[in-house]
């Protein structure tokens, strides 16, 4: 068993862990690998153990990968922000975009999406209210919601973009029990939007190496993680 196998498979028992101690049903929360400057071969070595959701950070490396590793069944999905001039880089070309956080790149991916297809998305949103991050404030995410659905630029049906639930990255990031509080925050704003807008929002995407226990034990559905399973990251060329 290589270094690698054995770092991914300690993941899945931590997240199974988890999972059963929180009182959940096995299978519900995706682990998807954070793979960012991390080579393709790594990515096509856990995928034939079985792991297809890979994350990524930058546009440009994501769609690298997916050319060289087209044909393996990889569920990509876009992790990091997306400037709007890469829309077209984006839309229809991977499986879940956790960082919608504005009105702008939802028309522009809209623009850029083939008709008649579906491109799922996430808003992010900036739990901490951090300003050097990305994301829209808890306090202004409801108005966001309504600008979305009434302008047409969302809905919870394909075909267009489909709005599946929240995705945030907490000011304690990777602290463990100090990044509880942010994801139980999240679950909760969460629950309000889709009550007061309908919306079913099924998806939670937050945990990442460090805190991912915390993450599925306040009702993460999908954690991030990168270091646990590929190792340090290697530093960007």
């Known amino acids: 068993m290589s270094l690698l196998e054995e770092r991914w498979r300690g993941v899945l028992d931590g997240m199974a862990e988890a999972v059963r101690r929180a009182g959940r049903e096995a299978g519900s929360v995706r682990l998807v690998a954070v793979s960012k400057f991390h080579p393709a071969s790594d990515i096509a070595e856990l995928c034939r153990l079985g792991q297809l959701d890979f994350g990524e950070n930058y546009v440009q490396e994501a769609r ?10 990889i569920r990509w ?19 879940l975009l956790h960082t919608l ?20 998305v996430l808003l ?13 404030a808890p306090s202004g995410a409801e108005a966001l919601c309504e600008e979305l659905l009434k302008g047409g630029l969302v809905s919870s049906e394909g075909p267009g973009l489909r709005l599946r639930g929240l995705m945030c990255l907490p000011p304690r990031c990777g602290e463990g029990e100090e990044a509880r509080p942010y994801f139980a925050a999240l679950r909760q704003l969460r629950d309000e939007l889709s009550q007061k807008t309908g919306l079913s929002l099924p998806e939670l995407s937050m945990g990442m190496s460090g805190d991912y226990r915390q ?17 340090p990251r290697p530093v960007k060329a």
């Open 124 to 136: 992010q949103i900036n739990i901490g209210e951090e300003p050097q991050k990305s994301g829209v």
């Open 215 to 231: 993450a599925i034990e306040e009702g993460s559905t999908m954690i991030r993680v990168g270091t646990d399973i590929f190792g």
């Open 64 to 73: 690298a990968k997916q050319a060289e590793l087209d044909g393996l069944g």
């Open 101 to 120: 956080d504005r009105a702008d790149l939802a028309r522009a991916l809209l623009r850029r999406l083939p008709e008649g297809e579906t491109q799922d």
């Open 77 to 95: 999905h876009a992790i990091g922000p997306v400037q709007t001039n890469k829309a077209k880089e984006v839309a229809g070309r991977f499986f």
